[in-house]
């Protein structure tokens, strides 16, 4: 009876379903932050050091982001108020008309796809049910899940305040999955990977180049039997394959 | 035979499943940026009539509503470039400021419930399936439906970017409802009864004695069989009945 309660277990572990998280997993964001945040350092480069322009905005961010959320829009409002603040209320209305078009760049910036991502979802959605699983602003992820021409690849989308354990396991409840049977895909290990691991599910890392000081990890969970990380979009396949 | 075909378009079009809308439906809303724009108002009253400033801002909103959503952020840059706008760059940091922390107060206000919502959404429920169904920002929304303590009334909450046909064909679809068996109950004629009679389900209008300008529609449908329209939340049970 070894071998079947073997089989068995082997089949329990077999992943049906992969989540994708988008932001710098299927295309690039974090670089369109990081431009708007250069032009944000040179505005306020005569008042200020780079450094600690960005260390007063993070610090308004992480205040704000109770109220806020993520996204744009509490990106650009946290902009100005630490603006007003690091000027002493020198700042121009012309210079705040200027980070609020900044902004607007943001949000109406073209979706650009990530190598081998457009190449490999299709394949995958043969073998897989693929969940889209993002957080952030409703309006622009939905924008930019449209423009993306990605939508048809997956199930369902779900656009999430934040990601933690408890709305991973919503969304496996909500779509009928126990945690063996679901892979989670991203580039944040605190957002994509370790609240799945510590469900029982598996995590596939895919690093992005640049990594939000909000998202940032010390360590990655390289002991977890569940846990894979490759450098490319491409080697996802056969990273699923034994997970 | 004709008797049971009739009994059988009785059965079908029974109500399994009410939907309701949040702001202006369940709890105080609109009034919160009424008092918003008040202030607004007052604070470029030396720069332009009231009516001006009304105006402009809500044609900076609709500009903005495809990049922003609706929400208070939104609300909140709409504001700040208008302000920009209006007075030729002349508004002061300190003004600004002003603005942001009327956002923060608009964000963080305690909700308050509307007469009868407490005492009757509990009776519903034994009879019913209820769905909270809003629009608008993600975070604050939830944050929101958290404070109400009316969370553990609904199956579930979907918070959408718009509610129109295509928006509320894929809620029932994910619900596995027929509009038959689905009525809508909100303050907006626009956003929460129409787009649902169209589909074949029923609408139940209460409304709230402020009207965003954006939610306005001239003529209530009140020749369409399944609507109904009840000035106070307590109706809602013997409204139901007959849909």
């Not at 032009?39 to 109770?66: G, I, K, S």
């Not at 991973?168 to 691991?197: C, T, W």
């Not at 895919?206 to 360590?219: G, R």
Request: hydrophobic share 45%; with cysteine.
């Amino acid at each position: 009876m070894d071998w079947l309660a073997g089989l068995d277990a082997y089949f329990a572990a077999m992943i049906r379903c992969i989540g994708f998280d988008a932001d710098d997993t299927l295309w690039h964001n974090e670089s369109i932050f990081a431009r708007a945040q250069e032009r944000y350092r040179q505005l306020l480069a005569r008042h200020h050091p780079p450094a600690e322009v960005d260390r007063a905005l993070f610090a308004t961010e992480m205040r704000n982001l109770p109220l806020y959320g993520y996204g744009v829009k509490g990106f650009l409002l946290s902009s100005i108020e630490t603006a007003i603040d690091l000027t002493g209320g020198k700042i121009s209305a012309a210079e705040i008309r200027e980070i609020i078009a900044t902004g607007h760049e943001m949000l109406a910036h073209p979706v650009d796809l990530l190598p081998d991502v457009a190449a490999t979802l299709p394949t995958l959605s043969r073998d897989y049910r693929l969940l889209l699983i993002t957080k952030g602003d409703l309006q622009h992820q939905e924008r930019k899940i449209a423009a993306s021409g990605l939508g048809a690849h997956f199930h369902a989308v779900e656009i999430l305040s934040e990601k933690d354990g408890a709305t991973y396991e919503r969304i496996l409840q909500r779509h009928g999955l126990s945690p063996a049977e679901f892979a989670m895909v991203g580039n944040s290990l605190k957002s994509d990977i370790l609240p799945v691991l510590a469900l029982g599910g598996a995590g596939v890392h895919v690093p992005y180049h640049i990594t939000w000081q909000h998202e940032h990890v010390e360590a990655a969970p390289d002991d977890q039997p569940r846990f894979r990380r490759i450098e490319r979009f491409a080697e996802l396949p056969a990273a699923l394959t034994g997970l």
